[in-house]
């Protein structure tokens, strides 16, 4: 029986979100006049919550909007890792350090599923000690350059579990040979909560929180 944790990224283990700032740090190294389209890119905001924008096409516009239609692979690399060292300084939470320590003594497989881009999400994974990541995958142009359209599903919600139990197959884990811890913050989880063995709530928004109680998935407040 193998054991896997699988954590969530932004606001589970992180203290925020992490896209927005990705592309404030990254637009500012590499363009500083695209900062002047945070207002614009703030509407997209407003469209998406209001509905008429999708999660993906609004991600797919953040990145024209504020890195331009590709950036070469080299240099995205340079703008994660630096990001990643600033959120592993000060934008994980303690808590969240000892639960992944804790599951890592346990000799639980240590993976990051999140809807957040792959490119930048894989510093952050290896400066926490992560096996492997479940994450959004880019469009690539020439020479392996990062463009700004998604590659296959936007790793969110159902899509989520599907990328989850797709990486399972591809390890040749068949899911009655795996106990699997996973914690998350947003009810948009909640398919991947109620297929895993050990569902936790962290820092749960009113949504979850609600879902949580009638499901009796422990919560964990990881606030300091």
């Not at 896209?19 to 469209?47: C, D, E, Q, S, Y």
């Not at 991947?192 to 879902?211: E, I, K, Q």
Request: charge should be positive; include cysteine; hydrophobic fraction near 50%.
């Amino acid at each position: 029986m193998q054991h896997i944790a699988i954590y969530d990224m932004d606001k589970t283990i992180t203290r925020s979100a992490t896209w927005t700032p990705f592309l404030r740090h990254a637009a500012g190294h590499r363009a500083p006049w695209r900062l002047a389209m945070l207002p614009l890119l703030g509407g997209a905001g407003v469209a998406y919550l209001a509905g008429l924008l999708g999660r993906g096409p609004l991600k797919q516009l953040a990145f024209r909007l504020m890195l331009g239609p590709m950036v070469p692979a080299a240099a995205m690399a340079d703008l994660a890792q630096s990001f990643a060292e600033q959120i592993g300084a000060n934008g994980v939470w303690a808590q969240a350090r000892a639960q992944i320590a804790r599951d890592r003594a346990d000799g639980c497989r240590l993976i990051l599923a999140t809807a957040s881009f792959r490119f930048y999400v894989a510093p952050i994974a290896a400066l926490l000690g992560f096996d492997a990541v479940i994450a959004t995958n880019s469009q690539r142009g020439p020479d392996g350059a990062l463009c700004a359209g998604i590659a296959g599903e936007n790793c969110y919600g159902p899509a989520k579990l599907r990328m989850i139990e797709t990486w399972l197959a591809d390890q040749g884990i068949a899911r009655g040979q795996a106990t699997i811890s996973f914690y998350s913050d947003h009810v948009s989880d909640a398919p991947t909560l109620a297929w895993a063995d050990r569902p936790f709530a962290v820092n749960p928004h009113a949504p979850l929180r609600r879902l949580a109680g009638t499901m009796g998935w422990p919560v964990l407040h990881w606030t300091t």
